[in-house]
């Protein structure tokens, strides 16, 4: 139970702390005179993504036996985060991809921030729901693919350690680049 | 229930038709700009490199795009319909946990692949390798969420004694005949449709200007884009026919009822014709303009004119599929000729009379025409899920078994469809923006 837990936790806490750090930066934006007001995560944003996939299917694999039980106790918290992360795309694709000037701040700013706020409030309610599921029935863990799991993840992130040393290793060492921004539209 | 089980496939229809473009323009955009990048490396040319640069912008949206609707089908997949991994998760959980990591590599290939466009530091040819980890990683996702769809289509990997699973083998589920048939098949139409709607785009670029630019060293870049999709289409294009032979056969010998339902077969018999076109009244007779061409069903089944072709009267009714994917596929295999002609005749006039070919109505036919291999690829899965009705996975959970039952999704079966068309609707003026930057780049 507790490897099951740890499985589903890791990925959910990454998810939630990488979550909160854009959510912060959509809200940082909307304040005149703060620096980057432009500036928003964009090569982050998939692999962001991937640890939400990455927790829903390891949520979904570890209670294969209690699924329709656990997707009965998350449904409608998970399907209005759903909601708001589609708000999200669409106000981030037109401040960022479509908007003429970035630095304009409108209503489409404030509702990709209200859509981010939303959207961490609802997943953390979601989470919640599943832990205290989790808690309260003891359901029986799918431990079929724990044995190629940690190799798998094993081989993925050597695969994944080669490109983050090439940007490393040719980085800019005149400025200290924290963070690609806006990259898709200043590649 | 009934209700809400229409309901929810029409929302996980809406949400797969939705995401199959961006999957598709996934899958062959980092083929086809790594390839213009490699041309760029060694010819040495800057324009190929730069065709290459705007390109992986694009890519780059339509990921993000993508990767949104991704998320949300997972989502509609574990909680709409939790009966499917419910009864198979154990046995179909690796292609899920496979499709993460793969995704995984993606995401992190591309991210360091767009920021490294501009960095003198990363040598071209370091560049080019970085794209083939996001080729990597997006083909490793479409096989492993296809080995999921061929599952359902025919599980295998496990045994069931006294109602349990015994003999559990999660690599046989994932590396099954039906993946490979459904993957080799599927790849080929991506590919092909994607290169032929860009090719189609650079048609409608040439179109919109005068006719005696068209055929100008202006317009010299976009004639070879368009020459050289055209080229990678046909390959594809061959590749999918074939492999469309072996899925023929896969479904006579697997899927019977999907074949008989497509082909209006009733009676199990040999020397069956192909009928194309046509509808089937209840009677049995066949009404409306159709061509019948004697044994062929027969031969493209079993091989021979003479092999056995299961009929409908042979599978119970109950598990018949709706008899309109017969109508998706006269639909789709009128595209598909349709789409020959547009290769052949894009040929023919290339090198016979190109001018014809730089003339308005030819653009427009190639522009307009390139698009149909998108509407092939929808019409190619709609009929692969229609086909599989009742069934979710076939012979053992049926749809209205696999859907949650404590939840109505109409609730949420009218956002999710208007903010698909939103989603749609900000990309394509996302895509405009880049082409118009681009254009404004050039000139200056």
């Not at chain 2, 996001?134 to 296809?146: L, V």
């Not at chain 2, 697997?254 to 339902?261: G, I, R, V």
Request: with cysteine; aromatic share 12%.
């Amino acid at each position: 139970m507790l490897i099951g837990l740890l499985l589903f936790l890791v990925p959910t806490l990454l998810f939630v702390a990488a979550f909160l750090y854009e959510t912060y930066l959509s809200i940082r934006r909307l304040w005149p005179g703060r620096p980057n007001r432009a500036g928003y995560l964009s090569a982050t944003w998939e692999v962001t993504h991937t640890l939400l996939v990455f927790a829903v299917v390891m949520l979904v694999m570890l209670f294969t036996k209690s699924l329709d039980a656990l997707a009965d106790a998350i449904f409608t918290a998970t399907f209005l985060a759903a909601s708001a992360l589609i708000v999200r795309a669409a106000a981030y694709l037109y401040i960022f991809y479509v908007r003429p000037d970035l630095k304009k701040i409108g209503w489409v700013d404030w509702l990709f921030a209200a859509a981010h706020v939303a959207a961490a409030a609802l997943l953390v309610i979601v989470v919640c729901q599943a832990l205290w599921f989790i808690y309260r029935h003891h359901p029986e863990i799918n431990s079929q693919f724990f044995p190629l799991f940690l190799p798998g993840l094993a081989v993925v992130l050597l695969i994944c350690i080669v490109p983050a040393v090439v940007l490393y290793r040719t980085r800019d060492r005149k400025r200290v680049v924290r963070f690609p921004r806006n990259t898709a539209r200043r590649p | 229930m009934e209700h809400a089980t229409q309901a929810s496939r029409v929302l996980m229809g809406d949400s797969l038709g939705f995401h199959i473009i961006f999957v598709l323009f996934g899958l062959t955009l980092p083929i086809l700009v790594s390839w213009f990048e490699l041309m760029g490396i060694r010819r040495k040319d800057p324009q190929l490199t730069k065709i290459a640069k705007f390109w992986s912008k694009i890519m780059a949206l339509l990921v993000i795009t993508g990767v949104i609707s991704g998320t949300i089908i997972a989502l509609q997949m574990s909680l709409v319909w939790p009966g499917i991994l419910k009864f198979g998760g154990e046995v179909i959980g690796l292609p899920f946990m496979f499709e993460t990591y793969a995704f995984l590599v993606e995401a992190v290939f591309l991210g360091i692949y767009m920021v490294t466009w501009s960095n003198k530091r990363v040598t071209p040819m370091l560049h080019w390798l970085l794209g083939l980890g996001i080729i990597a990683g997006s083909t490793a996702s479409a096989y492993a969420i296809t080995s999921v769809n061929a599952w359902m289509n025919l599980p295998t990997g496990f045994d069931i004694v006294a109602g349990k699973f015994a003999n559990i083998d999660v690599w046989r589920a994932m590396f099954s005949e039906t993946s490979l048939v459904e993957f080799v098949h599927s790849m080929p139409g991506y590919y092909l449709s994607a290169a032929l709607a860009i090719a189609g785009i650079y048609a409608f670029k040439i179109y919109r200007t005068k006719r005696g630019d068209r055929l100008g060293g202006h317009h010299k870049n976009d004639w070879l884009i368009i020459q050289k999709l055209m080229i990678f289409a046909s390959i594809m294009f061959i590749a999918t026919i074939i492999t469309a032979d072996i899925t023929g056969k896969y479904l006579a010998r697997h899927e019977p009822a999907k074949l008989a339902t497509i082909e209006m077969v009733d009676e199990t018999a040999g020397n069956v014709p192909f009928v194309f076109g046509g509808l089937e009244t209840d009677d049995g007779r066949i009404v409306g303009p159709y061509i019948k061409i004697p044994d062929a069903l027969s031969l493209l089944a079993g091989g021979s004119a003479d092999s056995k072709v299961t009929g409908l009267q042979d599978i119970p009714k109950n598990e018949h599929p709706p008899g309109a994917i017969r109508v998706l596929f006269n639909i789709k295999l009128t595209l598909i000729i349709g789409l020959t002609v547009l290769l052949a005749a894009y040929f023919a006039l290339k090198y016979i009379h190109p001018k014809w070919l730089a003339s308005r109505p030819s653009l427009l036919i190639l522009g307009l025409g390139g698009f149909a291999g998108i509407v092939i690829v929808e019409f190619g899965w709609m009929i692969t899920e229609i086909g599989r009705q009742p069934w979710a996975v076939r012979g053992y959970v049926t749809t209205a078994q696999a859907i949650t039952h404590t939840h109505d999704i109409t609730r949420f079966g009218y956002f999710f469809p208007l903010a698909y068309v939103v989603l749609f609707a900000v990309t394509l003026l996302g895509i405009r923006k880049i082409v118009r930057d681009n254009a404004v780049e050039r000139r200056s």
